[in-house]
């Protein structure tokens, strides 16, 4: 008898962290992501030793779920080295994987840049930008049912 309600209530809390964890993707999308928006040739503090104190982040798109932070490098033929922090709009660039991580990207006319692409608050600060937290969370959930149900 006491093992059928201690069934019951795990059943419970899982089903109420799946509730928040579904209202926490819900609010993840629906409101807008903030990132850092700057070139290293108007201000060197933008560069490889990004000084994020000197910027203030920048709301994209207005609520829409169709922007990410992007983190975007080019080498120059003279050896300089351009990086620019954006809000950027999905489908912008063709042919371009637009999924969170860093890719090359060459255009028709031989433009190459690293993309580097992330979903989260401020996530574009660094060189590498780190990877959303939808997948944490997805990850913990994951753990949390596998200890109640094994």
């Known amino acids: 008898m006491c093992r059928s309600g201690h069934d019951d209530m795990v059943r419970i809390h899982v089903h109420t962290l ?5 209202l926490l993707v819900t609010v993840t999308v629906v ?11 108007v201000n060197p503090a933008c560069g490889k030793y990004f000084k ?4 203030k982040a920048q709301k994209c798109g207005d ?3 169709y922007y990410k932070c992007a983190l975007q490098r080019q080498t120059e033929a003279d050896g300089y080295v351009g990086i620019a922090r954006v809000c950027y709009e999905m489908g912008t660039l063709y042919g371009l994987n637009e999924t ?4 090359e990207w060459t255009n028709e006319i031989g433009f190459t840049a690293l993309y580097c692409f992330c979903s989260t608050n401020l996530c574009n600060k660094g060189s590498n ?6 997948l944490t969370l997805t990850g913990v959930m994951s753990l949390t049912i596998s200890f109640f149900y094994p």
């Open 18 to 22: 799946w509730k928040l964890f579904i």
């Open 31 to 41: 409101s807008s992501i903030r990132c850092y928006e700057c070139e290293n040739g």
């Open 52 to 55: 994020a104190y000197q910027f």
């Open 63 to 65: 609520g829409s779920p």
């Open 100 to 103: 969170d991580g860093c890719r």
């Open 129 to 134: 930008p780190s990877p959303s937290v939808v």
